[in-house]
């Protein structure tokens, strides 16, 4: 095994879970910017993160990092890294996506052309040939600039990860799997605790709690770019860490988790995406408009994201749900909720101040997670 360094974007202001996934797999941190944690690994790692990680959009090998303010510099820097390491003779690469951030460089199409070209350049020489036919597997690349830094990274993900593979269908407004389980993760629920979405839509987070509680890995279900790359990843790695996240699953948990949509459309589908995921039994849905939420049991928790009035018309509809929303959970004894909003003056409306908030960014939307926590069960003896 050999050391390969490691980058994981995410959303913003879930760093600090992200960095606690990775810790937990057993990698050391190297460091942990805003919305990207990098680390340690070695080529089982690239699986394992791809596998287990639920808040990673992606997972990079860093090629290389360097200072650049000019087009030359680029191009010199990048043919210094050692990229016959990573892309084999026959390996079809170009820059995917290049991204600038407060830097002298920022055309995207220049950064792309010119890197590319370096790339060729150092690989001419170290494989002795003017010309790459490319006809071999993908070798995706990823150009970050922050403040004239480049780093580049090697994509081993392909498709981002809050792809599991269980979303086929979605609701109008569904949240990304990355935040539901982030958000899940942010809270103090555990498998003993009831845990109710009342606005579920496609389900997104009753099935992100429920692969949590049961420690299934979210990537059992889908592929990997990097599972071709034999020249850097033996195969029999990729089946070692589908077979050791087989092996740690837990069916035997008793869990209670349900969803709730006033729309049986949407509940259908989110049906099926349980059973895509293979946590169907495990997930009550029902019918039921959340003014009617009710519960005989104490100590439960909401995880949920409730409509936020996309649409400027929606805006009264939302400001009253949501004053409803307190009368309703009123009636649960004892119940904390961890709710997301974008929409600005929900405590306002809700009537109740958060005993914390949160900023998590949800694509280029900022909305915050209101933290209402209820008193714990007392211990048993
Ligand atoms: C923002 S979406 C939730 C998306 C969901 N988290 C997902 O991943 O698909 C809000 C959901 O609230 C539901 N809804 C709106 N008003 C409701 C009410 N009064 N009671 C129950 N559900 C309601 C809508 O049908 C919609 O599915």
Redesign the pocket.
């Known amino acids: 095994m050999s050391y390969i360094e490691l980058t994981a974007p995410c959303i913003f202001g879930v760093e600090s879970i992200l960095k606690k996934e990775i810790i937990k797999l057993g990698y050391e941190i190297k460091k942990v910017d805003d919305g990207r944690v990098t680390f340690i690994a070695d080529e089982l790692g690239v699986c394992r993160s791809n596998i287990w990680l639920r808040t990673a959009e992606r997972v990079m090998i860093n090629v290389g990092e360097f200072q650049a303010t000019s087009f030359e510099e680029l191009f010199e820097k990048t043919k210094d890294l050692p990229w016959e390491r990573w892309i084999p003779e026959d390996g079809k690469f170009w820059v995917k996506k290049a991204s600038s951030i407060k830097s002298k460089l920022f055309s995207p199409s220049d950064i792309q052309s010119i890197i590319k070209k370096a790339i060729v350049e150092r690989l001419k020489n170290t494989y002795n040939v003017n010309w790459f036919k490319e006809d071999g597997d993908s070798y995706p690349l990823r150009v970050f600039i922050k403040k004239d830094k480049v780093s580049i990274g090697l994509d081993t993900s392909g498709e981002a990860l809050h792809k599991r593979g269980y979303r086929t269908y ?6 990304s799997e990355t935040l ?1 389980a982030a958000i899940i993760q942010l809270t103090p629920w555990n498998k003993d605790r009831i845990l109710v ?9 009753p099935i992100e709690a429920s692969m949590y509680a049961m420690n299934m890995a979210p990537g059992l279900d889908r592929e990997f770019t990097a599972e071709t790359w034999k020249n850097i990843i033996p195969r029999k790695l990729w089946f070692n860490a589908v077979d050791e996240a087989n092996d740690v699953i837990d069916t035997t948990s008793k869990i209670n988790i349900a969803g ?4 049986y459309k ?1 509940l259908k589908l ?1 049906r099926e995406n349980a059973k895509n995921a293979g946590v169907d039994h495990l997930i009550h849905f029902q019918e ?4 009617n939420i009710s519960s005989p049991k104490k100590y439960g928790f909401i995880i ?5 009035g996309e649409r400027l018309e929606d805006k009264d509809s939302v400001i009253q ?1 949501y004053k ?1 929303m307190k009368v309703a959970f009123n009636n649960l004894d004892d119940w904390s909720y961890f709710i997301i909003t974008s929409f600005d003056d929900f405590e306002r409306y809700f009537g109740k101040n958060a005993d914390k908030k949160r900023k998590l960014y949800t694509g280029m939307m900022k909305a915050n997670l209101y933290q209402y926590y209820g008193n714990k069960p007392p211990r048993k003896n």
């Open positions: 979605t609701s109008k407004a569904p949240i539901a979405d009342p606005f579920c839509g496609s389900g997104t987070i709730y949509d006033k729309d949407v989110a039921r408009d959340m003014r949920t994201n409730p409509p936020y749900l409803d």
